[in-house]
């Protein structure tokens, strides 16, 4: 089993910059892929970013690219979201994943993000 905890979420207004943790402990931390989504009210969740084992590989959602920065240190195992400039359609619950297959299937209890205008 592998538990994931987010932390680092708040109130930020619009511009502003936050950055989200997501510390992993149980299962071994190693040769996975990471991920961030978010989940605003009333919506579904859709992914923000992920990162490849070693980090040399990035994805993000066309909303986020250019504005975020997802990393990560397999030392301390915790994966890391930058984000700045942001906007008031950021607000969302963000939540961290994992997986070491073809689909997510550990999760994190997610952080609140809101943003001000």
């Known amino acids: 089993q592998v538990q994931l905890v987010e932390s680092g979420g708040g109130l930020v207004q619009a511009g502003g910059s936050l950055r989200l943790s997501c510390a992993a402990s149980?299962?071994?931390?190693?040769?996975?892929?990471m991920g961030w989504f978010r989940q605003a009210p009333g919506k579904g969740r859709e992914f923000v970013a992920s990162i490849t084992w070693t980090g040399t590989s990035t994805e993000y959602s066309d909303s986020v690219k250019g504005r975020f920065t997802i990393s990560r240190d397999n030392i301390k195992n915790t994966v890391f979201l930058q984000m700045n400039s942001l906007k008031p359609d950021d607000t969302a619950v963000y939540y961290c994943?994992?997986?070491?297959?073809?689909?997510?299937?550990?999760w994190g209890q997610g952080t609140q993000v809101t943003v001000s205008s």
């Open positions: 994943a994992a997986r070491w297959g073809p689909t997510y299937n550990y």
């Open positions: 149980g299962r071994a931390f190693s040769r996975n892929e």
